[in-house]
């Protein structure tokens, strides 16, 4: 079964979990140690939880990624900036409320 991962950078390493497997984590000094400790820790969790009669949590996460204009982001930050500056109320839930539509 495939689960999906999610790893973060720390300060001075590593850390993955398996938002499928509550309680599953790991840690590594680089990227690839972080992958391969979180690989043994699946296995070493889904067996315990086979030799406790448990069942196995289906594999279900999905994993996206979102790219962001961040030329469009600084321009429009830069107008509701200057917006703000002139008196000018910011309504930031008006904002992302137009976005959506």
Same mark, same amino acid.
């Given at each position: 079964?495939?689960?999906?991962?999610?790893?973060?950078?720390?300060?001075?390493?590593?850390?993955?979990?398996?938002?499928?497997?509550?309680?599953?984590?790991? %840690?590594?000094? %680089? #990227?690839?140690?972080?992958? &391969? &400790?979180?690989?043994?820790? #699946?296995?070493?969790? #889904?067996?315990?939880?086979? #030799?406790?009669?448990?069942?196995?949590?289906?594999?279900? %996460?999905?994993?996206?990624?979102?790219?962001?204009?961040?030329?469009?982001?600084?321009?429009?930050?830069? &107008?509701?900036?200057?917006?703000?500056?002139?008196?000018?109320?910011?309504?930031? &839930?008006?904002?992302?409320?137009?976005?959506?539509?």
């Amino acid at each position: 079964m495939r689960y999906a991962i999610l790893i973060e950078k720390g300060k001075n390493n590593y850390s993955a979990y398996a938002p499928d497997v509550p309680g599953c984590v790991a %840690t590594g000094a %680089t #990227l690839e140690e972080v992958k &391969q &400790q979180m690989k043994e820790a #699946l296995e070493f969790h #889904l067996e315990g939880m086979v #030799l406790d009669g448990d069942s196995l949590p289906k594999a279900e %996460t999905r994993c996206a990624y979102a790219d962001v204009n961040m030329a469009a982001v600084a321009k429009r930050a830069a &107008q509701e900036k200057h917006k703000k500056a002139s008196g000018g109320r910011v309504d930031r &839930q008006a904002s992302v409320s137009r976005k959506s539509k």
